[in-house]
């Protein structure tokens, strides 16, 4: 796997439409917890002093949007994007053919970090296409923009809950 330099492409990252924030959080969760609301399009971490760091998200469109509960199973940098088969086929079916597997950087789908939740498809990861965040646009993933999710990936940790709602 080819080595990708985090210091060369950092300024090649993409930064959100809406800049992350820290807002007041008075809800059940425990400091560390991933709150993702899909309709409001935004994904909370939750910092242990009354408040959560809040970021604009990608959420799955219809007919791929899922809730529950998850933990963090795996996290990666600059991950290696292999599309489930029924994505192969469905895109197939447009007319557009998807590579078996493409190696992280910033072209790939996955953007610069992925944070993987259980044993499912389903991952918080980053973007190539900043300008689809705070829309129902996805396969089932949240999206964040790749500062955010470089941000958020250093914070959680293997194990740490994931609340889909």
């Known amino acids: 796997m080819r080595r990708i330099d985090n210091a060369r492409l950092a300024g090649r990252l993409n930064a959100a439409p809406i800049a992350a924030r820290n807002v007041a959080y008075a809800g059940e969760f ?35 949007a899922w809730k529950g509960r998850e933990r963090i199973s795996r996290k990666a940098e600059w991950p290696v994007w292999t599309p489930p088969a029924e994505m192969v086929s469905r895109e197939a079916a447009k007319g557009r053919i998807l590579p078996a597997s493409m190696e992280g950087g910033p072209e ?12 499912t498809l389903y991952r918080i990861h980053g973007t190539n296409e900043p300008w689809t965040l705070g829309k129902a646009v996805s396969s089932g993933c949240i999206r964040m923009a790749n500062d955010d999710v470089v941000e958020l990936f250093d914070k959680v940790d293997v194990g740490s809950l994931v609340v889909v709602r």
């Open 30 to 64: 425990k400091a560390g917890t991933v709150i993702v609301d899909t309709q409001k399009r935004r994904l909370f971490y939750v910092n242990g002093n009354g408040t959560a760091r809040e970021y604009v998200i990608g959420v799955g469109r219809e007919g791929f």
């Open 108 to 119: 790939n789908p996955l953007g610069a970090r992925a944070i993987y939740l259980g044993d």
